[in-house]
């Protein structure tokens, strides 16, 4: 059974700092590339980074580049999301999610996908 599940989500102050992790299960992790995304209420899902299977690459939504940084631990089958100078917009929950192919980061195009982490960004 795959399984996407994030964790370190909460409450922060605009300026501060989170780590979000997703740990994977039931596929073949070192071999997908992985991304996050987020949603704000009332707002569609969007894109926010991915990184693929070798980490060689990188892909930055314009809005996060330079704050956000992702990262992934093969051996531990997990990917992490490393949130700088937040920002009251950065407000969502945050998405994991898997895709074999990695070279398109459509909501559509995921295979996978975990439940969400609630972020909160207090002004």
């Known amino acids: 059974q795959v399984q996407l599940e994030e964790s370190g989500g909460g409450l922060v102050q605009a300026g501060g700092s989170l780590r979000l992790s997703c740990a994977a299960s039931g596929f073949s992790f070192r071999n997908y590339a992985m991304g996050w995304f987020r949603q704000a209420p009332g707002k569609e899902r969007e894109f926010v980074v991915a990184?693929?299977?070798?980490?060689?690459?990188?892909y930055h939504a314009d809005s996060v580049q330079g704050r956000f940084t992702i990262s992934r631990d093969n051996a531990k089958n997990t990917v992490y999301l490393q949130m700088n100078s937040l920002k009251p917009e950065d407000a969502a929950v945050y998405y994991c999610?898997?895709?074999?192919?990695?070279?398109?980061?459509?909501?559509?195009?995921?295979?996978?996908w975990g439940k969400g982490t609630l972020v909160t960004v207090s002004s």
């Open positions: 999610a898997a895709d074999y192919d990695g070279t398109t980061w459509n909501v559509r195009d995921m295979d996978y």
């Open positions: 990184l693929t299977r070798s980490g060689a690459s990188l």
